[in-house]
C-alpha cells in the first residue's frame, strides 16, 4: 500500500458536549503530522447521508478506524462489517476506551476486523501504517491486536513502552467543530487519573497507557489551543474532558497558570470542568477559576448510600454536596451531578434513600439518573467484586457485559425494571425533554445572572415561572416513586390504571414546561444577536 487513506469514524458520545471526540481529533492531527490523508467522518444516526462520508473517495487503499462505545457498537459494527464483507476497504480498525478495555472478546468475536488499537492511538496508529505502507499484510506491533490475514489467528498483545506525552502532540483536529453550530467545544488538558472508583474505566486506562498518576499538558500550550479556537473558530465555551480538573494541591500551580493566562489575553471564554467531591479546590483556586469564566462543574456525587459509597470506593461526606452547592451558587456557577442510583449491591431502601435525598437537592428532574443503572467495566474493582458474589458470567462478552449483572435484592430489580417501562417505553422523548429543559433553563439563568444582569432582571419573572413548574413536576415524580416503591415491598401487583394516570399528568407537566422554555429561549436568543442561547448544548443528534 502506496498511499495510505484513512478513514476516522465516530459516533458522538454525550449531547450535553460537542459532537466531536478529542480522542479522534487528536489520532487525525497526529497523522495530518506524520503526512497521511486521513478524513474525521461522525456519524450522525438521523443523517441520511452519514454513510456517504465513509465511502467517499475509497478504494483498496483506503484504511477505517472506527472509535465504537458502548451505546452505539450493535449499529457501527454492523456497517462496519457490511463494508468489509463487500470488499468496499482494504482494512478495518478500531480504538477507543470501549475497544481497549473489551478488546479480546471483540477480537474473537468480530471476524470482520483486522486489529485493535489498545491504549492511547497515536504512536500505535503510526507504527501499524507504516508498515502497511511498506506492504506488510500482518502488522504485529506492540500496542495492539492483530489478526492475520492468511490464518485468521490472533496475536498476543504486547504493551507499548508509550514515548510521547501530551505536550509532544499537536493540537486536536477540528473539522467537525468547524461546521458544528453553537459556541461550545471540548478540549482537554490531561490524561489520565490516579484515582481508584470501583466503576471507573479510566484507572484501568492509565495502566494500559503507562501512566502512575496523570499526563498534564503545559497551561500555556492549553491556553494557546483556547484562543486558537476562540480567535479562530468563534468558540466561547470549553468543555474540558479531563477526569478531574483539579485533583489535590499539587495541582494548584497549574490551574492558576491556566486561569492568569486566561486573563492576560483577555480571553472572555466560559468552561465546564470535572470535579471531585473529595477533595475539593480551596477558596482561592476556585475563586481564580470563576474568575477567568468557569460557568459550570460536573460533580461526581455518585450517590447517598454509605454501602454504595463504600461500593464505589468514594470518600464523600453526607453534608460535602450541600457544602459545595452554597460556595458554588454563591457566584452563580451552574452544578451538573454524576449520580447512581442502580448498583448491584442497592437494596429497595438504599434505592429510596437516594430518590428522597435527589428531591431533597432539587435534582429529581435528572430522570436520566435512575433510568440508567452502574455500567460494568472489564477488569475493574467493580466487575471483580460481582465475579466473586456470582452476580455476573465472568465470561460475558462485550455485547453483554455493561449491564450482565443482577441485581443482590429482587425488588430492586422488579423497582427498576418498572420504572424503566414506564419512563422509556410509556414516556419515550417527553421524560428526556423534561430532563433537558430543566437542565439548560438552570444552566442559562446562571449564565445569565452572572453576566448580563440587567437582561437577567427582565426574565427572572420567566425563570420563577418555569421554575414553579419544574418543582410541580418533581413532586408528582417523587409521589409516584414513593408510591412504586411500596408497591414493590408489599409485593403488591402492579396497577397499570396508576401508572397511565401518572403518564397522563406527566405529559401535562411536560407540556407546560415545553412552552415556558421555548418562551424564555425565544427571548434570549434576541439579546446580543443569540450570544447566549449559542452556549447551550442542542439536545439532539444534528450538529447544523
Known amino acids: 500500500m502506496k498511499n495510505i487513506n484513512v478513514k476516522l469514524v465516530f459516533y458522538r458520545t454525550l449531547f450535553s458536549q460537542s459532537a466531536a471526540s478529542v480522542t479522534m481529533g487528536s489520532l487525525s ?6 503526512r497521511i490523508t486521513n478524513n474525521l467522518v461522525l456519524l450522525e444516526k438521523n443523517n441520511f447521508h452519514s454513510v456517504e462520508d465513509v465511502l467517499e473517495n475509497i478504494d483498496q487503499n483506503t484504511i477505517i478506524i472506527a472509535k465504537p462505545n458502548f451505546k452505539d457498537f450493535y449499529q457501527m459494527f454492523q456497517l ?13 480498525f478500531i480504538c477507543g476506551p470501549f475497544s481497549s478495555l473489551n478488546y479480546d472478546s471483540l477480537m ?3 471476524k470482520w476486523l483486522d486489529g485493535i488499537i489498545i491504549g492511547n492511538p497515536e504512536e500505535t496508529t503510526i507504527e501499524l501504517l507504516k508498515l502497511l505502507k511498506k506492504g506488510a499484510a500482518y502488522c504485529n506491533c506492540p500496542g ?3 489478526r492475520n490475514p492468511k490464518n485468521g489467528t490472533i496475536s498476543s498483545y504486547y504493551q507499548r513502552k ?6 509532544d502532540l499537536p493540537f486536536s483536529s477540528r473539522n467537525i467543530e468547524i461546521d458544528e453550530s453553537g459556541s461550545y467545544i471540548n478540549i482537554e488538558s490531561s490524561r489520565g487519573c490516579p484515582g481508584k472508583c470501583s466503576f471507573c474505566h479510566i484507572p484501568i486506562l492509565s495502566k494500559i497507557n503507562g501512566l502512575n498518576d496523570v499526563d498534564y499538558r503545559d497551561s500555556v500550550l492549553v491556553v494557546d489551543e483556547i484562543e486558537f479556537l476562540y480567535r479562530n473558530l468563534g468558540k ?4 474540558f474532558n479531563d477526569s478531574c480538573f483539579w485533583r489535590n494541591r499539587k495541582d494548584d500551580d497549574r490551574i492558576l497558570k491556566i486561569c492568569s493566562e486566561i486573563k492576560r489575553r483577555k480571553l472572555l471564554i466560559k468552561f465546564y470542568v470535572y470535579l471531585k467531591c473529595s477533595p475539593f479546590p480551596p477558596d482561592n483556586i476556585l475563586k481564580k477559576m470563576i474568575e477567568s469564566g468557569l460557568v459550570r462543574v460536573f460533580l461526581g456525587l455518585e450517590n447517598h448510600s454509605k454501602m454504595s459509597k463504600i461500593l464505589f470506593n468514594k470518600e464523600i461526606e453526607d453534608s460535602s454536596y450541600e457544602f459545595i452547592k452554597k460556595r458554588l451558587m454563591k ?4 452544578i451538573h451531578i454524576g449520580y447512581i442510583i442502580f448498583e448491584p449491591y442497592s437494596s429497595i431502601n438504599s434505592v429510596k434513600e437516594n430518590i428522597k435525598y435527589l428531591k431533597k437537592i432539587g435534582k429529581l428532574f435528572r430522570i436520566g439518573v435512575f433510568l440508567e443503572k452502574v455500567r460494568i467495566i472489564p477488569g475493574s474493582i467493580l466487575h471483580k467484586k460481582l465475579i466473586q458474589d456470582d452476580l455476573i458470567n465472568k465470561s460475558l462478552s462485550y455485547s453483554e457485559i455493561t449491564y450482565g449483572y443482577k441485581f443482590k435484592d429482587a425488588k430492586t430489580e422488579k423497582f427498576y425494571q418498572l420504572i424503566k417501562e414506564i419512563f422509556s417505553l410509556e414516556l419515550k422523548n417527553q421524560a428526556y425533554e423534561f430532563e433537558y429543559y430543566c437542565t439548560t433553563i438552570g444552566l442559562i439563568k446562571n449564565i445569565l445572572c452572572r453576566f448580563d444582569n440587567r437582561n437577567f432582571k427582565k426574565l427572572n419573572k420567566d425563570f420563577l415561572e418555569f421554575e414553579l413548574y419544574r418543582d410541580e413536576a418533581e413532586n408528582l415524580i417523587y409521589t409516584f416513586l414513593i408510591k412504586i416503591i411500596k408497591d414493590v415491598i ?8 396508576k401508572i397511565s394516570i401518572f403518564a397522563k399528568k406527566f405529559n401535562m407537566m411536560h407540556c407546560k414546561i415545553n412552552i415556558k422554555y421555548a418562551s424564555i429561549f425565544s427571548k434570549i436568543k434576541k439579546i446580543n444577536n443569540g450570544e447566549y442561547t449559542e452556549l447551550i448544548y442542542s439536545g439532539h443528534e444534528a450538529i447544523k
Request: zero cysteines.
Open 29 to 34: 492531527a497526529f497523522l495530518s503530522k506524520n
Open 331 to 334: 457566584h452563580n456557577v451552574n
Open 108 to 110: 474473537k468475536e468480530s
Open 144 to 146: 495492539g491486536i492483530w
Open 236 to 239: 466561547r465555551l470549553f468543555i
Open 80 to 92: 462496519l462489517s457490511e463494508i468489509k464483507r463487500q470488499n468496499l476497504i482494504n482494512k478495518i
Open 490 to 497: 408489599n409485593d403488591e401487583v402492579e396497577n397499570g390504571k
Open 162 to 167: 508509550y514515548k510521547l506525552k501530551l505536550n
